[in-house]
C-alpha cells in the first residue's frame, strides 16, 4: 500500500483525489461503484504496476478524497465522463483501458462510445451495457428494491443518517455480499435488513471498514448515494 502515490487534481472546479502506482505509456483507469473509493481497486492496482503497467484510480467527485459537487442531486454521468477527461488531460494521458464496476460502468460505456480516441479496452463487472436513451428498468423494479427507495428524494440520507459511516458502510457490504437482491417490506428501511451479529464477508477486514468509514466521515454517504443513483437513473 506504501507504494501507492496520492494526488488531488483540481479540474471542473473541483479537487479530484487520484491514486496513482506504475510508470509508462500502458495505462489501466480503474473506475468504482458505491459505496467504494479508489481503495477498492488496491490489490489490482499493485499487481498490474509490477507488470509494467500505470494503474490510476481516482475517487468520484463526492467520494472519498475528492470535493463533494455544489449540487449532488444534480450529478449525471455526462459529469463523471468530463472529470474523467480532465483528469486524463491534466496527466497529459491520451488513451487508457478503463476497468469499471457497478455505476462506474456505464460512464466507462459512455466514455468509449463518445471519445473512441481515448480509450483502447473496457472491461466491466455487475452493469451490462445500455443503449442511450430514456430508461425504462425503473418501472420493472419493486418498491422495496434499494434502488427504488435510494432515489425517492431524502430516503437515503434519512436511512443513513440514523447510524454512523461505518455502521452503514458496514451494512452495505453485508447486504451486497449475498446472493439475495435488498428489499425492504413496506414498513421497512434497507439498513433495516441486516441483522448486526452477522459478520462482515471474510474478503472485507475490520480495516478495510476503518478505512471507507474514515472517508466516507469526510465526504458524506449521502453525497455518495445520490450521485452514483442519478448515475445510474
Not at 187 to 197: A, P, R, T
Amino acid at each position: 500500500m506504501d507504494q501507492v502515490q496520492h494526488k488531488f487534481v483540481q479540474v471542473q472546479g473541483l479537487k479530484h483525489h487520484v491514486a496513482e502506482i506504475g510508470a509508462g505509456p500502458k495505462v489501466v483507469v480503474f473506475l468504482h461503484g458505491f459505496p467504494e473509493i479508489w481503495y477498492s481497486w488496491r490489490h489490482q492496482m499493485i499487481c498490474l504496476a509490477g507488470a509494467g503497467f500505470r494503474a490510476i484510480a481516482p475517487d468520484y467527485r463526492g467520494y472519498g478524497l475528492s470535493d463533494p459537487p455544489p449540487v449532488p442531486e444534480k450529478t449525471t454521468f455526462g459529469d463523471l465522463i468530463s472529470d474523467l477527461l480532465a483528469i486524463l488531460d491534466f496527466l497529459e494521458i491520451t488513451k487508457v483501458v478503463l476497468v469499471a464496476k457497478d455505476f462506474g460502468a456505464k460512464p466507462a460505456y459512455m466514455l468509449a462510445l463518445l471519445h473512441p480516441d481515448r480509450v483502447l479496452g473496457v472491461v466491466t463487472m455487475g452493469v451490462p451495457f445500455i443503449p442511450p436513451g430514456p430508461s425504462q428498468y425503473q418501472k420493472h423494479l419493486p418498491e422495496g428494491f434499494y434502488i427504488s427507495r435510494w432515489r425517492e428524494p431524502g430516503r437515503a440520507e434519512a436511512d443513513f443518517g440514523r447510524l454512523d459511516a461505518k455502521r452503514v458502510v458496514r451494512n452495505i457490504y453485508i447486504l451486497f455480499s449475498r446472493s439475495e437482491i435488498p428489499i425492504a417490506a413496506e414498513n421497512q428501511e434497507i439498513m433495516d435488513l441486516v441483522d448486526q451479529s452477522i459478520p462482515l464477508p471474510p474478503w472485507f477486514t475490520e480495516e478495510d471498514l476503518a478505512t471507507y468509514g474514515a472517508l466516507y466521515e469526510k465526504s458524506g454517504i449521502p453525497n455518495g448515494v445520490t450521485s452514483s443513483i442519478q448515475v445510474l437513473g
